[in-house]
C-alpha cells in the first residue's frame, strides 16, 4: 500500500498525514504489567529502521497506558522518534511535529520534512514527533472490514447519482457493527484526549519540561487541546491550517463542501491558462467554462461510467469527484485531475487513474481513522438527519454532491465518548502562531477564524492569500515562512495578526 492511497483518505482532515507501514516488530501487541505505572516512559533510541528514514533519525517505542484512569491496567506501545540538534550549542529544546489526519504518521512525517525543517531550525531544537495509537508502529486495531467497504469513494460516503444514501446508510452500519466486534478496548482508546496524554508521557519521556510544536490540520486541534489542557508545558506553539474548535469531526467534513467551492476558482484558472496547451491538459478557454464543464462530465459518468486499465474498477462521477478534491489539496496536483478529465473527453481511451483511487486501504488504516472521529463525539442516530443533510447540500454544492453531510460509521457507534470535547479559551501564555491559506479546500479560512477568535490574547493569525491545504514548508510563500522560521527560532511574532501575499 503507497502512500498516497493512505494520504488521499487521510486527506479528509489533512494533507500532513502521512501514515505508512512500519515493520512488523515495530507494531508490538497490547501487553499487561504488574504494578504501577512509573512516573516517566522510559525511550530507548536506536536507529529508525523504516525505509524512508532519515540518516541519524532515531526511533523508540514507549510504554504507555490503554486507559489512563486504569494505569496499572493493560498497556499499549507508541512509535516516537527524534532527529537531533546539529548545533548541539544552538539548542533549545524539542520541536513536536503533531500529524494530521486522524490517522497520519508522525513518524512518516518526520522523514518527509526533518531535512528541510532542521536546515530553518539552525539546531534550535531537537525535532520530534509520534504515531498516534493505531497507526504506524504503535499499536494497531481492526475493524474486519470486506475489501469493498475499504474503497476511497467508500468511505467518503458519496451518495448515489439520484441522491439516494441507502447503501451509504447500510456501509455506515457494516462499518459501526466491525469495529465494535473487532476493534476492542483498543480501538475504544483511540481519542484526541488520549492523544493529548500519549504527548504529555512523550514530553516527560524526553525530559522536556516544555515542548514547542507544528500542528497542521487536525494536528492543530490537538495542539490547541495540548495548549489548554497543559498551558504550563508550551513553549511556542504552531497551528498550520486549523479547524473550527467549536465545532467537531462532523462539522469539520460539512466544511469541505464550501472550502472545495471557494479553492476550484484556482483549478478553473490553471486549467484554463493557454499554457496548458502545450501540456495538452488545456480544459477551456476560460475559467468561467471549467466549473459546468467538469459539473456535466460527472453527471455523464454518473449515467455512463468508463472502463479503466484497473481490472473490475469503472471511472464514475463520485470517482471524478473524489479525484477533484484529492487535487485541490496542492497546485501541483491539479494535473492529475486534468489527466483523467482530458482522457474523459476522447471516447475511445482506456483511463488510468491513480492507484488511490482504485486500491483498497488497509483495516488498520480505516480503524485508526474512524476510531477517533467516532470516539470524540456523538453523531446524529437517525438516517432522516442525513438524508435532509445531503438532499440540502446537493443543491448548494454540486462539487461535493452531498458527500461531505452524509453518514459515516460514527452514526451507529456502539460506545458514547469518553467525555466532552475540550472548549479552546483564551486563558494561557501568549505562545501561539497561526499560519493559513485564505483558499484552503479541508480546514477553510472561516473555521480557521473560529479558532483565532477562541484563542484571543494567546495567539496572532498569518494569512496567506493563496490556495491549498498546508501552508509552513508546503506552499512555498517564502513570506509566511519566515514568519513561522522566526517565531520558532526567535520567539518573536507580529505585533497583530499579519498578511502574506500569495
Known amino acids: 500500500m503507497t502512500n498516497n492511497i493512505r494520504t488521499a483518505l487521510l486527506a479528509t482532515l489533512s494533507v500532513a498525514a502521512l501514515a505508512a507501514a512500519m515493520p512488523a516488530d515495530f507494531a508490538p501487541a497490547v501487553r499487561k504489567t504488574a504494578g504501577a505505572a512509573p512516573a516517566a516512559p522510559i525511550a530507548k533510541w536506536t536507529s529508525c529502521s523504516h525505509p524512508n528514514a532519515l540518516p541519524g533519525q532515531e526511533c523508540s517505542k514507549l510504554d504507555l497506558p490503554l486507559d489512563y484512569r486504569h494505569p496499572d491496567g493493560p ?23 503533531i500529524p494530521g489526519g486522524p490517522g497520519g504518521s508522525g513518524v512518516q512525517q518526520l522523514s518527509q520534512v526533518g531535512t528541510a525543517l532542521r536546515k530553518e531550525m539552525a539546531g534550535a531544537y531537537d525535532i520530534v514527533s509520534l504515531d498516534p495509537r493505531g497507526v504506524g508502529g504503535s499499536t494497531k486495531a481492526s475493524c474486519g472490514l470486506a475489501e469493498a467497504d475499504r474503497h476511497l469513494v467508500s468511505l467518503k460516503a458519496w451518495p448515489e447519482p439520484d441522491g439516494q444514501i441507502d447503501e451509504n446508510i447500510a456501509r455506515a452500519k457494516r462499518i459501526a457493527a466491525g469495529c465494535d466486534r473487532n476493534g476492542g478496548a483498543v480501538l475504544r482508546s483511540f481519542s484526541t484526549a488520549n492523544e493529548v496524554r500519549d504527548i504529555d508521557r512523550f514530553r516527560q519521556a524526553l525530559g522536556e519540561v516544555k515542548l514547542s510544536a507544528w500542528g497542521v490540520s487536525y494536528g492543530t486541534y490537538v495542539g490547541a487541546v495540548y495548549a489548554q489542557k497543559y498551558p504550563q508545558r508550551t513553549d511556542r506553539w504552531v497551528l ?20 472545495a467551492d471557494d479553492r476550484f476558482a484556482d483549478f478553473a484558472a490553471w486549467a484554463a491558462d493557454p499554457s496548458r496547451d502545450s501540456e495538452g491538459l488545456r480544459l477551456g478557454r476560460e475559467a468561467e467554462d471549467i466549473r459546468p464543464s467538469f459539473l456535466a462530465m460527472a453527471a455523464t459518468l454518473d449515467r455512463h461510467p468508463r472502463k479503466t486499465t484497473a481490472e473490475g474498477v469503472l471511472l464514475t462521477g463520485n470517482m471524478l469527484r473524489q479525484a477533484l478534491l484529492n487535487s485541490l489539496y496542492s497546485d501541483a496536483s491539479f494535473a492529475r485531475v486534468a489527466k483523467i478529465m482530458r482522457s474523459v473527453q476522447q471516447p475511445d481511451s482506456l483511463l488510468s487513474l491513480p492507484a488511490e483511487l482504485t486500491q483498497a486501504l488497509p483495516d488498520h488504516d480505516v480503524a485508526a481513522m474512524a476510531g477517533v472521529i467516532c470516539n470524540d463525539a456523538r453523531w446524529p442516530h437517525s438516517p432522516a438527519t442525513y438524508r435532509r443533510a445531503v438532499a440540502d447540500d446537493r443543491i448548494r454544492h454540486p462539487l461535493t454532491a452531498g458527500m461531505p453531510r452524509n453518514a459515516l460509521g460514527c452514526a451507529f457507534w456502539k460506545h458514547a465518548p469518553e467525555a466532552k470535547p475540550t472548549r479552546i479559551t483564551a486563558d494561557g501564555p501568549s505562545n501561539i502562531l497561526m499560519i493559513q491559506n485564505l483558499r484552503d479546500p479541508s480546514t477553510p479560512y472561516f473555521g480557521a477564524l473560529q479558532m483565532r477568535k477562541a484563542l484571543g490574547k494567546r495567539a496572532r493569525l498569518v494569512t496567506v492569500g493563496s490556495g491549498g491545504h498546508g501552508v509552513y514548508l508546503s506552499n512555498g510563500n517564502a513570506c509566511g515562512d519566515h514568519k513561522v522560521t522566526t517565531f520558532l527560532r526567535k520567539g518573536s511574532r507580529p505585533k497583530k495578526d499579519a498578511y502574506c501575499a500569495g
Open 240 to 259: 498550520d491550517s486549523s479547524v473550527d474548535p467549536t465545532r467537531g469531526h462532523r462539522e469539520w467534513l460539512a466544511n469541505m463542501a464550501a472550502g
Open 75 to 97: 498497556r499499549v506501545s507508541l512509535a516516537v522518534s527524534r532527529l537531533r540538534s546539529d548545533r548541539p550549542r544552538a539548542r533549545r529544546g524539542s520541536l513536536l511535529l
